[in-house]
């Protein structure tokens, strides 16, 4: 349930928060959830998850937050990471692999032996946004809307933040 209600706070921008906290605390306090879930990402291991908060902080790069920007390198570097997870040994991206096994599960025998149950989680495991999210069009996607909302200078400027060998690599993710 906790991991609910952040996932909720992060991804939301409603004023239900913001009523919540006093001026400036929601940045501050944003930040700081920042801050450990960057930490904490490469002890994340199950790779959906991985590329859940890969989605989630792509969808922040366009909030136009201080606390965002500030972050913009490291949001980079997660970006290369889970993209590198997802790459295939032919230089082709394997996205599927997020996707549950479902293959195996959808023959007749395994229909037929189905529980309600069953049948309702893979029905939301088919209808997952993230299972369904091309991870590097989304990508793709969010740092060109960045580039249009912040333009071609502070655009560029916020690349910098990123070491250069991570920006490299995801300009070279980015164009297979």
Not at 82 to 109: C, R
Not at 135 to 141: C, D, P, R, T
Request: aromatic fraction near 10%.
């Amino acid at each position: 349930m906790f991991v609910i209600f952040i996932l909720w706070y992060i991804i939301s921008k409603s004023v239900a928060h913001r009523l919540v906290f006093k001026p400036g605390m929601a940045e501050a306090t944003l930040g700081a959830l920042l801050d450990v879930w960057l930490e904490r990402f490469e002890f994340m291991h199950v790779p959906e998850k991985r590329k859940v908060f890969a989605v989630a902080v792509g969808s922040m790069l366009t909030w136009n937050s201080p606390v965002i920007l500030s972050k913009f390198g490291s949001f980079i570097d997660v970006f290369v990471s889970v993209l590198n997870d997802i790459q295939n040994d032919d230089n082709g991206f394997a996205d599927e692999i997020y996707i549950t096994l479902s293959s195996k599960d959808d023959t007749p025998s395994a229909e037929e032996n189905e529980t309600q149950n069953d049948l309702r989680r893979r029905t939301l495991r088919q209808n997952d946004m993230c299972e369904q999210t091309d991870l590097k069009q989304f990508i793709s996607q969010k740092l060109q809307e960045c580039q249009q909302l912040y333009g071609e200078e502070l655009f560029t400027q916020l690349m910098e933040q990123a070491d250069p060998v991570i920006r490299n690599q995801l300009i070279e993710l980015l164009n297979r």
